[in-house]
């Protein structure tokens, strides 16, 4: 391998040990939405259908594949300070939101209409809308709070123009 490539893979390597390319961002603004203590694992979701109809004689035809909206499950961690109270923020990690301001955080990215853009090392998943989230605490890790947090892809299609049996065309809901 060259020295420029080496050099450049191992500056990656550091990169990417030091500073690895996760984030959960407002699409609209770009400012982190939550900001957890750690990323424990992105799972990406693509998934597609085929039509099958029955036809003569008891046989099926597939046609019109159709792609479904991807969805990606985000599992991460926050720490908090104390486990008798999840709004002490845990100052230790120099920051002043608490277990309790996530999961408010949490509530209202679910039920808003906001725009997430989601950051991993390979690529960034723009425009998904949070559709669920769940987490979990356990008696030996108190203070620690794990959360699955679902996105949905929200796909933008453009306008629809009818045209009518004259000629002329007509836009949806006018």
Do not use: C
Request: proline share 6%; net charge negative; charged share 20%.
């Amino acid at each position: 391998m060259p020295p420029k490539k080496r050099w450049s893979l191992l500056l990656s390597i550091i990169n990417s040990t030091l500073s690895p390319g996760y984030g959960i961002y407002n699409a609209t603004f770009p400012t982190k939405a939550l900001n957890p203590t750690s990323f424990i694992g992105v799972e990406i979701v693509k998934d597609s259908a085929v039509t099958i109809a029955p036809v003569e004689k008891g046989m099926y035809s597939s046609y019109n594949k159709v792609n479904r909206p991807g969805e990606i499950r985000v599992t991460f961690a926050f720490e908090g300070w104390t486990g008798f109270s999840g709004a002490i923020p845990n100052l230790t990690n120099f920051s002043l939101t608490s277990r309790t301001d996530i999961l408010t955080k949490l509530d209202e990215m679910v039920e808003s209409a906001s725009l997430y853009d989601i950051e991993t090392p390979d690529i960034t998943y723009q425009q998904y809308d949070s559709t669920h989230y769940d987490y979990r605490i356990s008696g030996q890790e108190v203070t620690l709070l794990i959360v699955s947090a679902v996105f949905q892809a929200i796909r933008d299609m453009g306008n629809v123009t009818l045209s009518n049996a004259t000629g002329s065309q007509v836009e949806p809901g006018k």
